[in-house]
């Protein structure tokens, strides 16, 4: 279909398997198989493929396995054959790895054979700041268009902050993130840079591959008191849609038909009761706040006179104190203020 807007069906929603690879005993690929994968993942009704991503295994790039074309080639090839067969195209991504030069090389080959956008990962770049790390996804998207990737650490990823997204979202080549941190907390960093952005073209995917479900019907509400807005996580681009690929788009549109009807004020408040926690708990700064950080609610509330600790080497963290204030404006229906307001004198009376 030329005039296919693969656009359009990223930011509905799609049901997209990470292809993995198929080998020999030999560790040699096994292209019947690895063609077979394919015709099985968009015969099962996947809107798209991601190749030459983690499922795929990063090792395809290393020169001594040269698997990275060729595997790039084959997909391409059965989704040539099922669009020509007038089947709704599928949407191309193809993983992107690597340093700066790399990476742009990678995106090259990707445009060559067809891909409509790269999947990006930063994990080659662990020790760059969020400058570096800026002006790498800006020279890959001038290349081909872009789909961001949190990758969680466990398999290779870094940790990434609401900065970091909140820039990557002024890239005009920037059109998906895929959100993989396998963490509540990390999900909403990226949530809250996408509210902060105002742009509304992005699609979102989860990644989280132990928490599909909730994050297909869930309405993330996130942001400052004056400015909230709801977002929701639109498809799965997921390993574990490698297996069941069939049942997966079922469950995709079983979660759109179900998200209607899910009380949404309730999948809210967990969503503001995560976001709170993060801030009081301290979880950018791995939970070292989290006591004085109860302690600086409770003393913005009254009852406490400060956050003072046994341990006088523990307190609030660089920016911590500015996250509870920003948490509790957003999120007044989560506190208690006007019930400890309308009691706290009695309370504290001798």
């Known amino acids: ?7 359009e069906a990223l930011r509905r929603g799609l049901a997209i398997p990470a292809h993995p690879l198929a080998l020999t005993e030999h560790r040699k690929l096994d292209e019947r198989r690895q063609r077979a994968l394919t015709r099985y993942y968009l015969d099962a009704g996947a809107g798209g493929l991601a190749v030459a991503v983690h499922t795929t295994q990063f090792a395809v790039r290393d020169p001594r396995h040269g698997l990275l074309r060729p595997v790039l ?25 690597g340093d700066t030069g790399q990476a742009v090389a990678e995106a090259g080959q990707l445009r060559e054979l067809g891909y409509h956008a790269g999947l990006l990962s930063l994990a ?32 290779g990823g870094r940790l990434l902050p609401t900065a970091f997204w909140r820039r990557l979202t002024e890239l005009e080549s920037l059109v998906a993130i895929k959100i993989a941190p396998f963490n509540r907390y990390q999900t909403l960093d990226v949530l809250r840079a996408v509210a902060a952005s105002g742009r509304d073209d992005l699609a979102l995917y989860t990644g989280n591959d132990d928490n599909i479900v ?30 069941g690929a069939r049942r997966a788009v079922k469950l995709l549109e079983r979660c759109r038909a179900a998200a209607a009807s899910v009380p949404a004020g309730l999948l809210r408040d967990g969503v503001a009761l995560t976001d709170i926690n993060a801030a009081l708990f301290d979880a950018a700064h ?10 600086e609610l409770l003393r913005r509330q009254g009852l406490l006179r400060g956050t003072w600790c046994l341990d006088p080497g523990e307190g609030l963290s660089p920016g911590q104190a500015d996250e509870i204030a920003r948490v509790h404006a957003a999120y007044p229906q989560m506190h208690d203020d006007e019930f400890i307001a309308e009691h706290r004198d009695r309370w504290l009376a001798g």
């Open 124 to 155: 080659a770049l662990a020790d760059a700041d969020d400058d570096r790390l800026i002006a790498h996804a800006r020279a890959v998207g001038e290349v081909l268009p872009l789909v961001g990737f949190y990758l969680q650490p466990a398999v």
């Open 1 to 7: 279909m030329a005039n296919f807007d693969w656009r």
């Open 214 to 243: 909730a994050d297909l019907v869930t309405p993330f509400c996130t942001g400052d008191a004056d400015g909230r807005r709801e977002l929701r996580l639109v498809g799965g681009l997921l390993g574990q849609w490698a297996v």
């Open 286 to 295: 791995g939970f070292r706040g989290c006591i004085a950080g109860i302690h």
């Open 73 to 97: 080639q084959l997909a391409a090839e059965e989704m040539d054959r099922a669009a020509a067969a007038g089947r709704i195209p599928p949407v191309r991504i193809g993983g992107i790895c």
